[in-house]
């Protein structure tokens, strides 16, 4: 049932993504940065989106995709080293913003969708949550909302941008990417100059 020859994610793909980071001089008001780093962050997710596809297809059962969720989970949000102190903020923020795309994703795989609610009232739970400090339960919303996404719902985006900044907003950024990966899982390519 599982493909062995089919990679969906590398640490040597993410740690060329960082030193791509690296060598640029980042500044997150300059178009080209910002780019660069949503382009690092829909990579991932895109990564992410081919598990759900290879499940849905049954060329991974149930254990074989949260499994591979859990892999692109773990070299995506393990500790990066970044010697300018702003590059690594930024890094950090891209992957904060993917944290509910790879729970959503297991959750999806394992429980399928949410029974109940719209994107949109998951969010709003979710930033009610975060205003009240309970930031797991704003994690829970989110991740719930992220299965709808996964199965094609929209994430309204004038309600995104709504958001005040803090974890929720860069946690629906990163359900955006994931909700762009999941209409098209075309990889971004690392060396895409244009």
Known sequence: MSDPDETFYTEERWQNWLDRVADQELDPEDEESARLLLNLQDD???AVAKIVRAFEDDRLDEDAAVEEVAG?????????EMDDEETAMLIDGVQTSLVPVFYA????????TAEEGTVAEYVEAAADAEAGDDVDAALGYLVQAGTLIVDGA???MELA???EYGLVSEWVNGLDSLQTAMADPEVVEENDED
């Open 154 to 156: 929209d994430l309204p």
């Open 44 to 46: 991932a997710a895109i």
């Open 105 to 112: 994703a297991e959750e999806y795989v394992v429980g399928g």
């Open 72 to 80: 692109v989970r773990d070299v995506v949000l393990a500790e990066v």
């Open 161 to 163: 941008e709504s958001l």
